[in-house]
């Protein structure tokens, strides 16, 4: 340190400016947006659940499961995001048809994935084959019980529209289909 | 006899209403506001009332609504009496303290001068430090009576560091004593009708120092060792709750007027507006009569005042948001190292210029 800046006081009012610089910039660019003069504040922060943000594609919330157009899960129950998944949230039991040809032949018909548990690391997203699971940008899952927290098929299942986004993503973040 | 009774009675309720009423509950408020501005946030904003905010202004009810329902907690082992009574020891002094401080000069109203200062004391200055250094002992008590050792270490920091600051305080003044040769507020404030008598230009090394141990003497970050909460928890007032705790906290927002008040009439002109006499002022308002011009006169003086104590309180805010904590070890080196031998070197400077002046 230079004598000038151990000497304390010129130091003391430098930061004093710097704070009083923002002080003063925030209270002007506050007072227009609730007088109504201006469209938005130069406030970064937000006022938080009424005002959202959006957040990043690449932000990994609840993960949700996709729903195709005919409004049948993508997931063919392989079990690869139970294997994944470091934290063992997920519960699968397969079902499949029985003999009668039609479009699928797999699904799930339990899949339960626990959020209490859940780390939201993204191993399911990385590790699903068919584009089924996938995470989506709601973090607002806290809830007053555990038991809530358990989240079964028909509270997963999402529109695969909603997720196109995500999906975009994921295709070119783990190039899945170019072996 | 009656009319001087009133005119009291009325000055002691404006200033308790300024004080008490509007400056501790609004200054809670500006507090958290103007350091969320600061640190580019929007501040307290979630207590309302059918949905309107107000900017957050209604977390002073908020607040004040959760000391008085809040459980009045004394801990296992405290000494009853005394936990009570060390909050009413803490703020009593600082409220005592407005007695002696002018917030205006002398007005003819109605044929009667109006002196605008609850008690014209001769030793002013005195009173106010007399008073002010009772106000340890509320905290020193706080932290015994309430069988804590965060508590009790808190409470001696706080000991130790107002002792240190009074000296330097008491000496800083002394200083301002020299200059203007008198002890009464009012003749101190009245003195400095001209800009360039300001205490300011005149002590300006004063200034610093004064302002650096008052904010000390209040316990105010960068000086908050006493209530470190890192360290102690919070200090001495750890084991209170409810409206204890709402005292002590009132205690430090009226001391931070009270700080402001002092400041002001030893060293920013008090009353007056730069480069503005009061005679050019009432001759302003001239056409108003004797009583209405000194009326205005009046209103402005006291606003100019209290503007003037705003922006001081600004500026402590401004610092609290600005420093980091000085260490214990720091703090009475500040104290004792460096403001001490500075005021001494103040008071021998300032003899040597009147007597060169003289």
């Known amino acids: 340190m230079t004598w000038w800046e151990k000497s304390y006081l010129p130091e003391i009012i430098k930061g004093m400016w710097l704070t009083s610089r923002r002080f003063f910039h925030n209270l002007f660019g506050f007072i227009p947006f609730f007088l109504g003069t201006a469209k938005d504040r130069r406030i970064m922060t937000v006022y938080y659940p009424e005002e959202q943000v959006q957040y990043p594609i690449a932000y990994r919330g609840r993960p949700v499961l996709a729903q195709n157009e005919d409004g049948h899960p993508a997931c063919v129950a392989c079990g690869l995001c139970e294997i994944a998944c470091p934290a063992y949230c997920i519960h699968i039991e397969p079902g499949h048809n029985t003999g009668k040809q039609n479009q699928y032949e797999r699904w799930p018909d339990v899949f339960n994935i626990d959020y209490a548990i859940c780390i939201f690391c993204g191993n399911c997203e990385e590790a699903c084959p068919e584009e089924a699971i996938f995470m989506s940008d709601d973090c607002e899952i806290s809830m007053l019980d555990r038991k809530k927290m358990l989240y079964t098929k028909e509270q997963l299942l999402t529109p695969v529209a909603d997720l196109q986004k995500r999906i975009e993503f994921t295709r070119n973040m783990y190039a899945k289909w170019n072996y | ?358």
């Open chain 2, 1 to 358: 006899m009656w009319v001087d009774l009133i005119i009291t009675l009325v000055k002691i309720f404006f200033i308790l209403a300024i004080t008490v009423g509007f400056f501790a509950p609004v200054l809670t408020w500006v507090e958290r506001k103007q350091s969320a501005l600061m640190q580019d946030r929007i501040g307290a904003n979630r207590a309302d009332i059918m949905g309107f905010t107000a900017l957050g202004l209604f977390h002073i009810i908020a607040d004040a609504l959760k000391m008085f329902t809040k459980e009045d907690f004394i801990p296992d082992g405290a000494n009853k009496v005394l936990h009570t009574l060390s909050p009413i020891i803490a703020l009593v002094p600082a409220l005592v303290t407005f007695a002696v401080v002018p917030f205006g000069g002398q007005y003819t109203l109605f044929d009667k001068e109006v002196n605008l200062v609850i008690s014209d004391l001769d030793v002013g200055l005195l009173f106010v430090f007399a008073i002010a250094s009772l106000a340890t002992y509320g905290y020193v008590i706080a932290g015994w009576s309430s069988n804590n050792n965060w508590s009790l270490l808190g409470s001696m920091r706080t000991a130790s560091q107002m002792i240190s600051y009074e000296v330097t305080m008491g000496l800083t003044i002394i200083g301002v004593l020299m200059v203007y040769g008198t002890m009464k507020l009012t003749e101190i404030g009245a003195a400095q009708e001209d800009f360039l008598r300001w205490g300011f230009f005149l002590q300006p090394l004063g200034f610093f120092m004064f302002l650096t141990a008052s904010i000390a003497e209040n316990k105010r970050i960068p000086f908050d060792a006493p209530e470190a909460e890192s360290e102690l928890v919070a200090g001495y007032f750890t084991e209170y709750s409810g409206l204890k705790f709402g005292m002590f906290f009132m205690a430090e927002f009226v001391e931070m007027v009270t700080i402001g008040a002092i400041m002001t009439i030893l060293f920013f002109g008090a009353w007056h507006i730069p480069f503005l006499t009061t005679a050019t002022l009432l001759s302003w308002f001239d056409f108003l009569g004797t009583t209405g011009s000194n009326l205005v006169v009046m209103l402005i003086h006291v606003g100019v005042f209290f503007a003037k104590v705003v922006f001081f309180i600004y500026l402590q805010m401004i610092i609290r948001w600005t420093l980091p904590r000085f260490r214990y070890d720091q703090i009475m080196k500040l104290g004792w190292k460096i403001l001490l031998p500075l005021s001494l070197a103040n008071i021998f400077v300032t003899g040597l210029v009147i007597l060169a002046l003289n």
